[in-house]
């Protein structure tokens, strides 16, 4: 697919032909979601919010695109679900023929079908998982261990596991059972809809376990984990992927820096 833009981790700074114009209008977002709802509402909360705007007409062109249908990312990488790439193929043919000029995907295991997906549809889609080890590497440049909150299907695609080596940091993760009882078991109630204590209360034992065992900072690497675990119930340095991605994409739509072109 030559001359189709590619996104990459904004901290490359590789600037698009035309981005830096004068009065450009701001690149309309594209947001891959339903994966799950509530993360898709926090995704576009944490747009809004890391937007500098003073009124309606100055915040970012967003296109939703939220199918809770799209099958089980996690059950596709371990073999025993259907594959989600028709669907988030359909998905982001939609946010394209929207308008949409940068792709974002509402759920870290997805990511395993990033490559895929890039190849399908010609939408610059930004890369979470990378953007979020890049700030790693930048913000704690001494950390040398990181501990991750994530699903099975995250952790088994070693899709962290890759993204901080290359920053030269370790990934650190909880055995099967820990993993089962307290990530696993929070990320289906907060799915479920449950609001109360209990799955930030598991998240937290999880995170400081994994603190215990060396982890100098910890990655809420799903986007149901940032709706009820909060930094201050973790005591080492907790990112927030959705975040990070959200400052990514206000980054590459208002001024189009670092995006790579194919």
């Known amino acids: ?40 509402a926090d995704l576009y909360r944490k747009l809004i919010l890391a937007t500098p705007a003073s009124r309606d007409q100055e915040h970012l062109p967003v296109v939703i695109d939220a199918d809770p249908r799209v099958p089980d990312r996690t059950a596709a990488l371990r073999g025993v679900g ?38 399908s549809v010609p939408l610059a889609f930004l890369d979470m998982i990378a953007e979020t080890a890049a700030r790693v590497a930048a913000e704690y440049p001494t950390v040398r261990r990181a501990g991750l909150l994530a699903t099975r299907g995250t952790i088994e695609a070693r899709l962290y596991h890759r993204a901080l080596k290359a920053h030269g940091v370790e990934t650190l993760t909880l055995d099967a059972e820990a993993q089962e009882q307290l990530i696993d078991g929070a990320i289906a109630l907060v799915k479920g809809g449950t609001a109360g204590s ?18 100098e900072v910890v990655l809420a690497a799903c986007t149901e984990i940032p709706l009820v675990l909060d930094a201050a119930m973790v005591p080492v340095p907790l990112l927030d992927p959705t975040q990070i991605l959200a400052e990514a994409a206000v980054r590459a739509a208002r001024e189009g820096a670092s995006t790579l072109i194919l």
């Not at 590789?14 to 509530?38: F, H, Q, Y």
């Not at 989600?84 to 394209?96: H, I």
Request: charged letters at 20%; glycine letters at 14%; a negative charge.
């Open 82 to 119: 259907e594959d989600p790439l028709p669907a988030l193929v359909a998905g982001a043919t939609r946010l394209r023929d929207a308008g949409a000029e940068v792709g974002l995907i509402v759920c870290n295991t997805a990511h395993a079908f990033l490559p895929a997906l890039r190849e």
């Open 198 to 215: 209990e799955p930030g209360e598991r998240l937290a034992e999880a995170a400081r376990r994994l603190a215990v065992a060396g982890a």
């Open 1 to 40: 697919m030559s001359g189709l833009p590619v996104m990459t981790p904004l901290t490359g700074e590789i600037p698009v032909a035309g981005a830096s114009e004068v009065g450009r209008a701001p690149r309309k977002i594209g947001i891959l979601g339903g994966m799950g709802p509530l993360a898709t």
